[in-house]
């Protein structure tokens, strides 16, 4: 029996794609989200090979409850699926408390959880799901842009502080998924590049959820523990994309 994959934000867009893809290779997924329903619709399409957890990763109670559903297990790949983009809008207008949230979900729940799992992914491997706005300053962005820029660092500080575990980061690219709708819906005033996105999204440029999944149950499973710290994966780099589709054929 292959040991334990946790998904967060499993219940829709990449998320359940990636829950998908792993449990499709052979392992028991656990798949949390905040709302039981597009959870259980994720769990569906697994049959008996997917657990949901109902919690909110974002504070310690949640964190809690997943620890507990783990139990005893080990765990072979926690990744790091959820985030939000919002509060979207110029840093001048930001609250304070909805600054925090994004950071308490972007950032701390990762942070936090590993931590807390820590006894059961010795051996194991942690995967943060990255962002080209880690590395781009986007007007509007600006929480969101902060936040994963703090998460590429995350990923870096736990494989200089954790030989027994692998963390790694990919960057999806732009897929069709929810936080794309999001996205598309803002005011250029509150993000100026948003036409970007929508003609993105006109011209039929998004990537499928199930395509990225892919790509990442490649890395998350298949690449060497050495390749697999050393950078960041990007399904838009053609040298990562060529080692992919090499480990297809």
Known sequence: ??????????GTGLGRAIAVEIGQRGHPVMVVGRRAQPLQETAALLDDRCETVVADVANPAGREQIVAAVGER?????VHNAAVLTPV???ARIGLEDWRQAMQINVEAPLFLT?????????????HISSGAAHNALAGWGAYCVSKAAL??????????H???????????VVDTPMQELIRAQSEDDF????????????????????V????GWVLTETTTEAYRLHEWDINNPDHVAQWRAGHR
């Open 74 to 78: 080990r765990v072979a790949f926690l």
């Open 192 to 211: 100026p590049a948003v036409e970007r996105f929508r003609q993105l999204h006109r011209e039929g440029q998004l990537r499928s959820p199930a395509e």
């Open 163 to 173: 030989g027994d575990i692998a963390a790694g980061s990919v960057r999806p690219g």
């Open 89 to 91: 809008g110029p840093l």
């Open 115 to 127: 931590q807390a799992l820590l006894p059961r992914l010795v051996g194991g491997r942690v995967l």
């Open 213 to 216: 999944a892919s790509f990442i």
């Open 1 to 10: 029996m292959k040991h334990l994959a946790i998904v967060t934000g499993g």
């Open 152 to 161: 590429y660092m995350l990923y870096q500080m736990l494989n200089a502080e």
